[in-house]
């Protein structure tokens, strides 16, 4: 079937809803292809026709919010953190794990490298990159890397924790926590990047 087909397109998003509504009441382990089949009311054929197996769906879904996150990454956001403004990206960077919850969790289970990989993109790389100059070569300078590691582990270790706790900790409570891990490394990483 043509990928373009509008059949197929509503089969696909039929499919990628009823995995984020199973893994939404059950851990990504315990839901099968055909948990997912029975709520999207097709049949597994038509699974197999769009996806291998649940990790192929579950990494088509990973690059889907990688590539929407980079679209809403804006210029204002960047800027924000370029001046050492880092309430607001923040803010943005712990709405998106909200709103994106069912794809992170699973991601940082089967694959906490991919999720560290996709905030050094976000935070580092893609603002700093065209702004500084022989960025790729700061970034190899042990100060530099054990900067971006601090941060975005810290970053990853708490996006972990709400997301398992996420009923028992407000947005704001994890934004807090969040600013206050992330303000004054942040600002050293600046600093230090600039410097050198």
């Known amino acids: 079937m043509n990928k373009n087909d509008l059949r197929y397109q509503k089969t696909d998003e039929a499919i990628r809803n009823a995995f984020l509504e199973c893994v939404e009441d059950a851990s990504f382990d315990t839901v099968h292809v055909s948990d997912i089949c029975k709520r999207a009311g097709i049949s597994r054929r038509a699974f197999y026709s769009h996806y291998e197996d649940k990790y192929a769906l579950l990494a088509a879904l990973f690059q889907k919010l990688k590539d929407d996150i980079r679209r809403e990454l804006t210029p204002g956001i960047v800027e ?94 994890a934004l807090h926590l969040m600013t206050l891990l992330c303000e004054k490394p942040a600002a050293q990483f600046v600093n230090i990047l600039m410097k050198e």
């Open 80 to 173: 924000q953190m370029m001046a050492g403004d880092f309430l607001e990206p923040t803010r943005w960077h712990m709405a998106q794990v909200a709103k994106n919850r069912a794809i992170i969790r699973p991601i940082l289970k089967l694959s906490r490298q991919a999720y560290i990989d996709l905030c050094i993109e976000l935070y580092y790389d893609l603002p700093w990159s065209d702004r500084v100059a022989d960025y790729d070569l700061k970034k190899k300078d042990p100060k530099v890397y054990l900067s971006i590691s601090y941060l975005v582990n810290g970053m990853v270790g708490l996006v972990e924790t709400w997301l398992e706790h996420f009923d028992e900790v407000s947005f704001d409570d």
